[in-house]
T-cell receptor, first 113, second 115 residues
Framework: QKEVEQDPGPLSVPEGAIVSLNCTYSNSAFQYFMWYRQYSRKGPELLMYTYSSGNKEDGRFTAQVDKSSKYISLFIRDSQPSDSATYLCAMSANSNAGNMLTFGGGTRLMVKP | GAGVSQSPRYKVAKRGQDVALRCDPISGHVSLFWYQQALGQGPEFLTYFQNEAQLDKSGLPSDRFFAERPEGSVSTLKIQRTQQEDSAVYLC?????????????FGNGTRLTVT
């Protein structure tokens, strides 16, 4: 079983919908939690970054971390067709490999106009 | 400034050929990572450099894979005697510091196809 699990989708929603994306993980050493967005044939770009448990909001995006349940979420409000992409959760812990990230497999999101 | 640059963007190799993939990180970035991303999967860690020192190569799949960063800037990932299972996108990422809370910036990757 992988350290970070993510439903691959695809997730198809109408424009304007609220989107919920989730990851579970098994390594309790993870302290930093990130969401990356990856468009087709592009590299991942950082969307949200949170430390430990709690919520963080940035515009239409809200990231939630529940370390007790080993569960993180990304919510997208008022989704737009331009949000159509693959969303990758990523996590890191203190280790000899600096800020090495462990990724989930990604969820493909399609927002239909 | 410019982001992480990778070349070539696409590479087709016949099985058994050697390939070299180049990464130009953001200027001044200390940490450099290589990741491998198979189709429909998330990136998987290959190796990590702090300046010119390769501190972790535990993710390299076999001894056919070799990475270097001799002057602490540009890095090259070399794959010898390529196999079909090496077909993937190879992503390079860099960050300003090696701290666990320093975000990674990714290039657009090199898509390697082994025929």
């Amino acid at each position: 079983q992988k350290e970070v699990e993510q439903d691959p989708g695809p997730l198809s929603v109408p424009e304007g919908a609220i989107v919920s994306l989730n990851c579970t993980y098994s390594n309790s050493a993870f302290q930093y939690f990130m969401w990356y967005r990856q468009y087709s044939r592009k590299g991942p770009e950082l969307l949200m970054y949170t430390y430990s448990s709690g919520n963080k909001e940035d515009g239409r995006f809200t990231a939630q971390v529940d370390k007790s349940s080993k569960y993180i979420s990304l919510f997208i409000r008022d989704s737009q067709p331009s949000d159509s992409a693959t969303y990758l959760c990523a996590m890191s812990a203190n280790s000899n490999a600096g800020n090495m990230l462990t990724f989930g497999g990604g969820t493909r999101l399609m927002v239909k106009p | 400034g410019a982001g992480v640059s990778q070349s070539p963007r696409y590479k087709v190799a016949k099985r058994g050929q050697d390939v070299a993939l180049r990464c130009d990180p953001i200027s001044g970035h200390v940490s450099l990572f290589w990741y491998q991303q198979a189709l429909g999967q998330g990136p998987e860690f290959l190796t990590y450099f702090q300046n010119e020192a390769q501190l972790d190569k535990s993710g390299l799949p076999s001894d056919r894979f070799f990475a270097e960063r001799p002057e602490g800037s540009v890095s090259t990932l070399k794959i010898q005697r390529t196999q079909q299972e090496d077909s993937a996108v190879y992503l390079c990422a860099s960050s300003h510091r090696d701290r666990v809370n320093s975000p990674l910036h990714f290039g657009n990757g090199t898509r390697l196809t082994v025929t």
